[in-house]
């Protein structure tokens, strides 16, 4: 995947959310963002063999975690990239965010804030998973609202404080907002031109003209497709 390049890298059924063991994602302060009044729950999956290999932060939608991030996590493991699949609700009391009302509860500020502290955790897995991931090589994926979020982490607020780890973002699906505090990172944005949930492709094909060429936007778009 383009955004994913500069993570170079050596679908099965997706399992139940939190099977298994379910490692717990510190927060951290960020500024701008609300940390989570408790830990982070999260799936790291990774591809079979030694590794190491690069991570995607893999995040939910509005509704929260379900089967289509962990497809999203076999399909990345399949392309030889780790995953984390984080949970922002849960640790929040929340299960959905989805109506207007209960959007403010949890916003992709917020969210930005858990990337960062993910990042941070994931640095520290090196000795418990041996070499098979790469803390060095990070990037972050996410659909609808959590593909807004994936957007927002490439901000200049939230870019000078995860200390060089995210290395790219996806934003499947999730407007793209505040063109005039995007960053360096480079950012693909994808969606059907139907959607009306957010209008993401017309946010996004709006956001990357305001940033212009000299920054690494990829806008693709897809006509009849909601």
């Given at each position: 995947?383009?955004?994913?390049?500069?993570?170079?890298?050596?679908?099965?059924?997706?399992?139940?959310?939190?099977?298994?063991?379910?490692?717990?994602?510190?927060?951290?302060?960020?500024?701008?963002?609300?940390?989570?009044?408790?830990?982070?729950?999260?799936?790291?999956?990774?591809?079979?063999?030694?590794?190491?290999?690069?991570?995607?932060?893999?995040?939910?939608?509005?509704?929260?975690?379900?089967?289509?991030?962990?497809?999203w996590a076999r399909r990345l493991n399949d392309w030889g990239y780790g995953?984390?699949?984080?949970?922002?609700?849960?640790?929040?009391?929340?299960?959905?965010?989805?109506?207007?009302?209960?959007?403010?509860?949890?916003?992709?500020?917020?969210?930005?804030?858990?990337?960062?502290?993910?990042?941070?955790?994931?640095?520290?897995?090196?000795?418990?998973?041996?070499?098979?991931?790469?803390?060095a090589r990070i990037a972050v994926l996410g659909g609808s609202h959590g593909?807004?979020?994936?957007?927002?982490?490439?901000?200049?607020?939230?870019?000078?404080?995860?200390?060089?780890?995210?290395?790219?973002?996806?934003?499947?699906?999730?407007?793209?907002?505040?063109?005039?505090?995007?960053?360096?990172?480079?950012?693909?944005?994808?969606?059907?031109?139907?959607?009306?949930?957010?209008?993401?492709?017309?946010?996004?094909?709006?956001?990357?003209?305001?940033?212009?060429?000299?920054?690494?936007?990829?806008?693709?778009?897809?006509?009849?497709?909601?």
């Open positions: 995947p383009p955004a994913l390049a500069g993570l170079p890298a050596p679908c099965t059924a997706a399992p139940p959310p939190y099977a298994g063991r379910v490692p717990q994602v510190p927060p951290v302060a960020v500024e701008g963002a609300r940390p989570a009044p408790a830990p982070l729950p999260a799936r790291l999956l990774l591809p079979p063999g030694p590794g190491p290999y690069p991570v995607v932060i893999v995040l939910h939608g509005c509704g929260g975690v379900g089967a289509n991030q962990f497809r995953a984390l699949v984080l949970d922002s609700l849960t640790p929040r009391g929340e299960r959905s965010v989805c109506p207007a009302a209960l959007q403010p509860l949890v916003t992709r500020l917020d969210r930005a804030g858990d990337v960062i502290a993910a990042a941070r955790w994931l640095q520290t897995r090196p000795g418990a998973d041996g070499p098979r991931i790469d803390p593909g807004a979020t994936a957007a927002t982490v490439a901000d200049r607020r939230f870019q000078a404080q995860e200390d060089g780890l995210i290395r790219a973002v996806v934003d499947y699906y999730g407007a793209c907002r505040d063109p005039d505090q995007h960053g360096t990172l480079p950012l693909l944005a994808m969606a059907g031109e139907d959607d009306t949930w957010s209008y993401p492709a017309r946010a996004c094909r709006r956001f990357a003209q305001a940033v212009g060429t000299a920054e690494d936007v990829t806008v693709r778009t897809w006509p009849g497709v909601g």
